[in-house]
């Protein structure tokens, strides 16, 4: 097995190659491949709790399917327009809402609603107890992202560039704030989170704006990943996933762009790395984590973004993005298996698979549990057995 490359904890911050320079140079190799996987002996014991399949397999449109997690419920939403509710700990279903609609975004769980949108520019709210659909509106705007939901207010992203806040009890619009969309992006957009009285989220021009979750004011704007080059390739800059707010300090990553960390209260860099990822990063004790576009697994140390180690195994592997699982991470592949790796070492302790298919959303993990839906439709709930001494925290919702 592969080991992960370490830096000594004073070391120099250092320059990673941006993902267009880390193509095959070989003439005879059109393609660099991905790494073929090797024979593991696990270190830690995982446990498939148990799978169901949710339909809805088309797989180019699961870009923003994610499960979320609420209690002891797991909820998901299929593209062909299903919304569910599970129990978390065996999988039967406990209600079951049929939208009719091309679903791309969601859910997003709070306050006691259930919010997805869909790709024909719909947003629908059902009640996170019974299913009940509570209201659905039209925003004009293709939805590829998870809404993030509050008491008053529901934050929705759509692929053009605007940011909008929904009254959660009727759906009608509140407020929209837009940013500029480059001629070239990747698919996807960033979902917004909600911090306190701010809604955060990073846009395809590399910034990440934090807006008023009461009435949309724009509190601060960041540009993260300044954009360079001379073509539109060289010049993405996409902030495609989720920030992550810890405390007073928001984490955030972009595609050919940086690993940055910001103040919450200003949008100040504190520090940032250059890193791409199109996928995202999770945030530990010490470090932050994060799935690389070329396939490599990186931890940052989370104070000042010095590299700490480097796991190159799943090059190329078109990795989704982290979660924190206690004392481990865990990443899933583009031939369904899932990977977890010890948050010290970077060392990879166990493997299991799902259905053989493609998992373009990270896991969450929650509960003690890691669930994953698979871009065919399967989603699966995992546990690692536990042993004496194992883990000093509990798993960290990723």
Not at 169 to 180: A, R, S, T
Not at 364 to 385: I, K
């Amino acid at each position: 097995m592969m080991q992960p490359r370490r830096w000594p904890a004073r070391g120099l911050l250092v320059l990673i190659l941006p993902l267009l320079g880390l193509a095959a140079c070989d003439k005879e190799k059109e393609v660099d491949p991905p790494a073929e996987l090797v024979k593991l002996q696990p270190k830690i014991e995982v446990d498939k709790v148990w799978s169901t399949g949710l339909g809805g397999g088309t797989k180019s449109l699961r870009l923003g399917l994610r499960p979320a997690v609420d209690a002891e419920r797991v909820f998901v939403a299929s593209h062909d327009g299903e919304v569910m509710a599970l129990d978390m700990n065996n999988g039967r279903v406990l209600w079951r809402s049929k939208t009719k609609l091309p679903l791309g975004g969601g859910p997003g769980v709070g306050a006691g609603r259930v919010v997805v949108g869909s790709t024909d520019g719909s947003v629908a709210a059902f009640n996170a107890a019974d299913g009940a659909e509570l209201w659905r509106v039209d925003i004009g705007g293709e939805v590829l992202a998870t809404p993030a939901v509050a008491d008053a207010v529901v934050a929705v992203r759509s692929v053009d560039g605007r940011l909008r806040g929904l009254d959660a009890k009727d759906g009608h619009e509140l407020w929209v704030i837009e940013q500029n969309v480059p001629r070239l992006s990747l698919r996807g957009t960033a979902p917004p989170v909600i911090a306190g009285d701010l809604v955060i989220c990073g846009f395809d021009n590399g910034k990440v704006v934090a807006v008023g979750l009461a009435n949309g004011e724009i509190a601060w704007e960041s540009a993260v990943a300044p954009s360079r080059g001379r073509t539109e390739l060289e010049r993405l800059v996409d902030i495609d996933s989720l920030v992550r707010v810890i405390d007073k300090d928001v984490f955030v990553v972009g595609f050919q762009g940086k690993a940055a960390m910001l103040a919450l209260e200003s949008g100040q860099v504190w520090w940032a790395h250059d890193e791409s990822s199109d996928r995202g990063l999770a945030v530990g004790d010490d470090s932050i984590f994060i799935s690389a576009a070329s396939g490599e697994v990186k931890a940052l140390r989370k104070r000042d973004g010095a590299p700490v180690w480097e796991q190159p195994a799943l090059h190329r592997r078109a990795l989704s993005a982290p979660a924190v699982d206690g004392s481990t991470i865990v990443v899933a592949d583009f031939e369904g298996y899932l990977h977890w790796l010890d948050t010290a070492t970077g060392e990879i302790v166990a493997r299991k698979d799902t259905d053989g298919d493609r998992i373009t959303n990270g896991p969450v993990a929650a509960g003690g549990m890691v669930f994953v839906l698979t871009d065919s439709g399967t989603l699966a709930a995992f546990r690692r057995v536990e042993k004496d001494g194992d883990d000093k925290s509990a798993a960290q919702a990723g």
